[in-house]
Structures are given as structure tokens and as C-alpha cells.
């Protein structure tokens, strides 16, 4: 259900694994993704209870659009039921109690807080969203709501890691070109990107000191989904929040 989940200063930071929730395979169980072909009730089913396993209202919890851009959404509450969700791949709010939430499957989750200010983000970093800066553009949005990058607590969670994201000679080249600590290689000699390293890099270097990610490799743990390894499979969610 629940993989990780830490506090600072009345923020908290959470991500599920695959397990726990009611989806069939090949989304087995706790999907949490709603545009990957899974049964919808099952979807609702999964949200209600990965909602209240970290004891937030499931009607307060903000889902994004994801895209693979670096638009950033200011929110101030869920979006109204039918209402046309717009396309970002990051969101921010200051807006205490509403929980921010983020969908991946070998993407690198990103949740953001600045207890102090009372002001939490959340962003989607896949290859060309960290290429295209949308950590950055999450970090600004929360600026311009009051925080300082300084007292920004941030967690990546699960994704594909270094050693297993193998992609053209090419691409690593366009990739290090624009964030040179994405550069890596796969534990068997060819080019990969790591993307965890790539959005580190970019937190660091906008002053985000406090910063912690997973250990967990998406791509190699069968508690998570991973897109490489699966392709029709579901998503895992982080979740970022203050106290209300
Ligand atoms: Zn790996």
C-alpha cells in the first residue's frame, strides 16, 4: 500500500507500491492511474483506500493531467467534478490539508514543501520534463506562493534508475547536453539517463538542500510498475500535503 511515507515539520511525503488495492491483472492491485486502460471503479476503489490509509479525504486529493511538459498548475482546491482538467505535469498549492498527488511508472515522482510558508508542489519528471525543467518550474511557482527554496524539503520516489535506463547514444547526448548529471550508463555498458540524478541536480542547484530519494528501482522491484518492463501496467502515486 503504503512504501514510504515521512514527515518535516507538519509536511508529509508518501508513495504506494503495487499492493493493497482491488485492480485485476495486469494492474494488479493498487492502480492508481486513471488513463491506463483499468476498470474505473477499480480506480476509485484504490484512490478511497491509499487516501485513507494516510488518513487524508479522498474528495481532497488533486490529480494531474501528466503530459511529459513543464507547465505548473496553482491550485486551490480538487477540480470540480467534469470540469477539463488541465495539462501539467507539476502543481502547487498553499492551501494546507490538500493533498497533491503525482502518477508514475518509471518517471521520477517529485514532492516539494515549504512548511514554514505553508506552501507544498508536486511534479512529474519523466525524461523530457526534466530535460524541459519542470522541477524548476514547480520550485518557481512555490516561490511566487511565498516559499524559499532554502527551508524546501524534497523527496523523489520510486523510479527506473541509472543502471537500468538504457537509451540511444543520441539521447544521452541531448539529455547531458542540457542536465550533464543525467549522463549514465547500464550496469551492462551502454548509455542510459538517470533521471533522479538529473532532478537532483536541478533542485540543488536552486538552493533545495533538504533532499532525500528512494532506493527503489521501479524497473527491478515486482512491488512496483514499471512502464519499461510492462507496458500495460499501472501507476504508482506520491502524495504531498500539510497538515490541515
Ligand atoms: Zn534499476
Same mark, same amino acid.
Given at each position: 500500500m503504503i512504501g514510504q511515507h515521512d514527515s518535516v515539520g507538519g509536511a508529509h511525503f508518501a508513495f504506494t507500491d503495487?499492493? +493493497? +488495492?482491488?485492480?485485476?491483472?495486469?494492474?494488479?492491485? /493498487?492502480? /492508481?492511474?486513471?488513463?491506463?486502460? %483499468? %476498470?474505473p471503479g477499480s480506480v476509485t476503489t484504490n484512490r478511497r483506500l491509499a487516501a485513507e490509509s494516510l488518513g /487524508? %479525504?479522498?474528495?481532497r486529493v488533486v490529480w494531474m493531467n501528466q503530459v511529459h511538459g513543464r507547465d505548473v498548475a496553482v491550485v486551490d482546491g480538487p477540480w470540480a467534478p467534469g470540469e477539463n482538467v488541465p495539462a501539467v505535469d507539476g502543481v502547487v498549492t498553499a492551501r494546507r490539508g490538500l493533498a497533491l498527488a503525482v502518477l508514475t511508472a518509471d518517471c521520477t515522482p517529485v514532492l516539494l514543501a515549504d512548511p514554514v510558508a505553508g506552501v507544498v508542489g508536486a511534479a512529474h519528471a519523466g525524461r523530457p520534463g526534466m530535460v524541459a525543467g519542470v522541477v524548476p518550474a514547480a520550485v518557481k511557482a512555490m516561490i511566487d506562493l511565498g516559499a524559499d527554496p532554502s527551508r524546501i524539503t524534497a523527496r523523489t520516489g520510486p523510479a527506473v534508475c541509472g543502471r537500468c535506463y538504457e537509451v540511444p547514444v543520441a539521447m544521452r547526448d541531448e539529455v547531458a547536453a542540457v542536465v550533464p548529471e543525467a549522463h549514465a550508463e547500464t550496469s551492462w555498458g551502454t548509455p542510459a539517463v538517470d533521471v533522479t540524478a538529473g532532478v537532483h541536480a536541478q533542485l540543488d542547484a536552486l538552493g533545495v538542500r533538504d533532499r532525500r530519494s528512494s532506493e527503489v528501482c521501479t524497473l527491478e522491484s515486482r512491488d512496483h510498475y514499471s512502464y519499461r518492463r510492462d507496458r500495460t501496467t499501472g501507476r504508482l502515486a506520491g502524495y504531498v500535503w500539510l497538515d490541515g
Amino acid at each position: 500500500m503504503i512504501g514510504q511515507h515521512d514527515s518535516v515539520g507538519g509536511a508529509h511525503f508518501a508513495f504506494t507500491d503495487r499492493w +493493497g +488495492g482491488v485492480s485485476a491483472v495486469p494492474y494488479e492491485e /493498487l492502480n /492508481l492511474g486513471g488513463a491506463v486502460g %483499468d %476498470d474505473p471503479g477499480s480506480v476509485t476503489t484504490n484512490r478511497r483506500l491509499a487516501a485513507e490509509s494516510l488518513g /487524508l %479525504d479522498p474528495g481532497r486529493v488533486v490529480w494531474m493531467n501528466q503530459v511529459h511538459g513543464r507547465d505548473v498548475a496553482v491550485v486551490d482546491g480538487p477540480w470540480a467534478p467534469g470540469e477539463n482538467v488541465p495539462a501539467v505535469d507539476g502543481v502547487v498549492t498553499a492551501r494546507r490539508g490538500l493533498a497533491l498527488a503525482v502518477l508514475t511508472a518509471d518517471c521520477t515522482p517529485v514532492l516539494l514543501a515549504d512548511p514554514v510558508a505553508g506552501v507544498v508542489g508536486a511534479a512529474h519528471a519523466g525524461r523530457p520534463g526534466m530535460v524541459a525543467g519542470v522541477v524548476p518550474a514547480a520550485v518557481k511557482a512555490m516561490i511566487d506562493l511565498g516559499a524559499d527554496p532554502s527551508r524546501i524539503t524534497a523527496r523523489t520516489g520510486p523510479a527506473v534508475c541509472g543502471r537500468c535506463y538504457e537509451v540511444p547514444v543520441a539521447m544521452r547526448d541531448e539529455v547531458a547536453a542540457v542536465v550533464p548529471e543525467a549522463h549514465a550508463e547500464t550496469s551492462w555498458g551502454t548509455p542510459a539517463v538517470d533521471v533522479t540524478a538529473g532532478v537532483h541536480a536541478q533542485l540543488d542547484a536552486l538552493g533545495v538542500r533538504d533532499r532525500r530519494s528512494s532506493e527503489v528501482c521501479t524497473l527491478e522491484s515486482r512491488d512496483h510498475y514499471s512502464y519499461r518492463r510492462d507496458r500495460t501496467t499501472g501507476r504508482l502515486a506520491g502524495y504531498v500535503w500539510l497538515d490541515g
